[in-house]
């Protein structure tokens, strides 16, 4: 058997020995799949029931576990292949004809118990954030995906073996089976790379910016432009209505009135001014941030009590709870400033935009801070800055570290943080001991506080100063703990005492674990508010911590909690 034959124990009859009378031929299955590969596939299928970050459905838990059983039987071929490349034989010994039916039966009752302690671990989770379980056939749905997914996707590696198998039999005529097989694979790999790099990530990107832009230039009728000289958009703005895209328009017209203003404070409010530039609006970033900048000076941005910078995810969203809490807090003497700098959306942007978004971040922060720097010290208006998901991570970007963001601004908040902020990383790795993960204490809580829950803004029982910087982040935010790190080494927020809403029975599982994770973070904002990636009513606790506006009351922040609205 050529070393490049990796899809069987056993060596084909192509290897060059006649079958004997004494050595029946093999049954179809063991002639098509190998024991090892089964075996280890059954294991990471099992595996990938256990609990995760967030519930699931029949579907997505059977795409995890299908994806998870096809990974465990390449590496079960693999690890045989490797086995015995290392002692240069030519086969492997081929199971025993009783083993394969023991599998089976292995298998089904080990599938069997798998999905009952699903179901157990299910209504668990499901139970910790308050939705509703799953009803009796969810759970057999779930294990009919997984074994049809592996199915197909063992399939297709096997055609690709096939083909490794062919080309290598080709070059064995005139080289060495060993440099064959080494030169196919590394030519197969190569080629695959270039024509992901080349042609299809190329042309689907093509296609996706194609097809998200069509979206973001769809205009609301029941959406116009607004009135108001102080929108963008608007009468004398310098960017049109049509230039902002989808969410900038509904940014822009969103947010409370003057008389719901007027009405929950008490006293007469001011109308609220919102600027905005779309990806539209100008040539390149930078020069978006600057006509951003200059919207913002024109309808009186810097007259304001507060101006805030909003960073936003891939498609310009800005968390919509987070901006009109802010503007009821100032009764509407604010002004939030804002621009696009993709069409994609956020878990796309996350992968392929992420250095548009740290440039817009930090463009747009300069142009304004800017500006306000040209103002008296004692006239200038309070500054801050927040974002949620990809946008913490280019709200960030101007700052890179603590000191620098308390230095420049009276405050930021920032929900829902990515693995890749470059400032949440660095205060994370270095909280002070004896705090968790998933809620740690930096530098005695002196500026910087964590709170997955409102009560968590008083920890620890310290002083704390200004300026104030707060992080949202849940135990359950798969955006947040998601990590290529999960692959194969255990993270902190699952070997440490975890949060609240995670499941006492999750625990790591190389490759599983990863799988999960990232299964969970298509369905991040399924959940109520308070778990997930689901950041509502405890954003009012942020603002009121951060910027604790004069005259704020805690009940005033409760009642607030009661009207903002969830992020469409």
Not at 22 to 48: C, H, I, M, N
Not at 290 to 307: M, P, S
Not at 420 to 431: A, E, K, L, Y
Not at 493 to 522: H, K
């Amino acid at each position: 058997m050529s070393e490049a034959e990796v899809a069987t124990d056993e060596p084909p009859a192509a290897a060059g020995q006649p079958e004997t009378a004494a050595e029946p031929k093999p049954d179809w299955w063991q002639r098509r799949y190998t024991f090892t590969g089964t075996a280890v596939g059954l294991v990471f299928l099992w595996l990938s029931l256990t609990p995760s970050l967030l519930p699931r459905g029949p579907l997505f838990q059977g795409l995890v576990s299908g994806g998870a059983g096809a990974i465990g039987y390449a590496l079960g071929v693999f690890g045989v292949w490797l086995v015995r490349f290392m002692l240069s034989r030519p086969s492997s010994p081929r199971p025993p004809r009783w083993a394969w039916p023991i599998l089976v039966v292995v298998g089904l009752i080990g599938l069997v118990f798998a999905v009952y302690f699903f179901h157990v671990w299910q209504d668990q989770v499901r139970d910790l954030m308050g939705v509703p379980r799953l009803t009796w056939y969810n759970y057999p749905q779930a294990a009919i995906i997984g074994v049809v997914v592996l199915f197909i996707l063992v399939e297709i590696g096997q055609l690709i073996g096939k083909l490794i198998r062919f080309l290598v039999r080709q070059l064995n005529r005139v080289a060495p089976p060993r440099v064959s097989s080494v030169v196919v694979v590394a030519l197969l790999l190569g080629l695959t790379i270039a024509l992901l790099n080349g042609v299809i990530i190329r042309g689907t990107m093509s296609f996706l910016n194609s097809s998200f832009s069509a979206v973001n230039d769809e205009l609301d009728p029941d959406n116009p432009a607004p009135i108001t000289p102080l929108r963008s958009g608007g009468p004398g703005s310098l960017v049109s209505w049509d230039s902002l895209g989808h969410q900038g328009r509904v940014f822009v017209a969103g947010g409370p009135t003057v008389e719901q203003l007027t009405k929950f404070n008490g006293t007469p409010a001011t109308e609220p001014i919102r600027a905005y530039a779309g990806k539209n609006s100008a040539d390149d970033i930078k020069a978006t941030a600057e006509l951003a900048a200059r919207e913002l000076e024109r309808a009186g941005g810097f007259d304001r009590k507060v101006i805030a910078v909003a960073t936003t995810t891939g498609t310009g969203w800005i968390n919509e709870a987070e901006a009109s809490a802010l503007e009821y807090m100032y009764d509407g003497d604010t002004a939030i400033v804002s621009m696009q700098y993709s069409f994609l959306p956020s878990w796309l942007s996350f992968l392929v935009d992420k250095e548009n978004a740290r440039q817009a971040g930090q463009a747009l922060f300069e142009a304004v801070d800017e500006r306000l720097r040209a103002i008296p010290e004692a006239q200038r208006p309070k500054i801050v800055v927040f974002g949620e998901s990809l946008g913490s991570f280019g709200g960030e970007a101007p700052f890179l570290s603590p000191n620098n963001i308390i230095a420049r601004t009276n405050g930021a908040l920032f929900s829902g943080p990515t693995f890749n902020n470059t400032m949440w990383d660095d205060v994370t790795v270095n909280r002070d001991a004896g705090s968790p993960m998933w809620l740690p204490i930096y530098d005695q809580g002196a500026n910087i506080r964590f709170a997955a829950r409102p009560d968590n803004l008083g920890r620890p029982d310290q002083r704390w100063g200004n300026p104030r910087i707060v992080y949202l982040q849940h135990a359950s935010d798969p955006i947040t703990w998601w990590n290529p790190d999960l692959l194969f080494a255990e993270p902190d927020w699952l070997r440490e005492p975890r949060g609240y809403d995670v499941s006492p029975d999750m625990n790591w599982i190389p490759i599983v674990t990863f799988l999960q994770v990232s299964a969970d973070m298509a369905v991040a904002i399924d959940v109520p508010d308070g778990h997930g990636h689901r950041y509502v009513r405890d954003v009012v606790n942020g603002w009121a911590a951060v910027l604790q506006p004069p005259g704020w009351t805690p009940d005033k922040t409760e009642r607030l909690r009661g009207i903002v609205q969830a992020p469409e």
